[in-house]
T-cell receptor, first 113, second 117 residues
Framework: AQTVTQSQPEMSVQEAETVTLSCTYDTSESDYYLFWYKQPPSRQMILVIRQEAYKQQNATENRFSVNFQKAAKSFSLKISDSQLGDAAMYFC??????????FGTGTRLQVFP | GAVVSQHPSWVICKSGTSVKIECRSL??????MFWYRQFPKQSLMLMAT?????????EQGVEKDKFLINHASLTLSTLTVTSAHPEDSSFYIC?????????????FGPGTRLTVT
């Protein structure tokens, strides 16, 4: 069965600095998708970034980028120029081409001014 | 981005009563919707997958007679918590699958906080 592991329950970063959140996953599938979701205090789940496994190029969305290492089954999220509004729970998620989302346990990110 | 709404956002009910939560995809048709439960400071736990016009598929350990799911149209799925008890108190989140090449993308509702007294 597929699993998603986030080994950092909490992380903190200074405003304007860079922080990296870790995620590893386990699968025997070759076709799958990886996601990072943000859940702020409002609890609304927001898609931050998506990576297709067949793409070698790492996805980027403005200040958010990923380091996708397929062989190592690693999918980390880098947040550059951190802002106070980035404070939230971040969930890494995996989905095969035809199945449901599997979430990691989450990382709580604090941003200090 | 696509919009998914949930109603109500917050509900309190007495033990033994039933409560219905609605999930609507406002700007796309969703043949598949998902219902999650989230306890404080924990991740989302998938309860069931709802497909329009057919019976929902429940995850292992989820009581289908307690958590009734109906997906009557391409834009509406409902979760009814029957004979609610305090242990059913939780945050319930729905998600609608928007089809696109590669299996689609899930858009999440804002969640419903259920408190059973």
């Amino acid at each position: 069965a597929q699993t998603v592991t986030q080994s950092q329950p909490e992380m903190s970063v200074q405003e304007a600095e860079t922080v990296t959140l870790s995620c590893t996953y386990d699968t025997s599938e070759s076709d799958y998708y990886l996601f990072w979701y943000k859940q702020p205090p409002s609890r609304q789940m927001i898609l931050v970034i998506r990576q297709e496994a067949y793409k070698q190029q790492n996805a980027t969305e403005n200040r958010f980028s990923v380091n996708f290492q397929k062989a190592a089954k690693s999918f980390s999220l880098k947040i550059s120029d951190s802002q106070l509004g980035d404070a939230a729970m971040y969930f890494c998620a995996y989905r095969s081409a035809t199945d449901k989302l599997i979430f990691g346990t989450g990382t709580r990110l604090q941003v200090f001014p | 981005g696509a919009v998914v709404s949930q109603h109500p956002s917050w509900v309190i009910c007495k033990s033994g009563t039933s409560v219905k939560i609605e999930c609507r995809s406002l700007d796309f048709q969703a043949t598949t919707m998902f219902w999650y439960r989230q306890f404080p400071k924990q991740s989302l736990m998938l309860m069931a997958t709802s497909n329009e016009g057919s019976k929902a598929t429940y995850e292992q350990g989820v009581e289908k007679d307690k958590f009734l799911i109906n997906h009557a149209s391409l834009t509406l799925s409902t979760l009814t918590v029957t004979s609610a008890h305090p242990e059913d108190s939780s945050f319930y989140i729905c998600s609608a699958l928007r089809p696109w090449a590669g299996g689609g993308e899930q858009y999440f509702g804002p969640g419903t906080r259920l408190t059973v007294t």
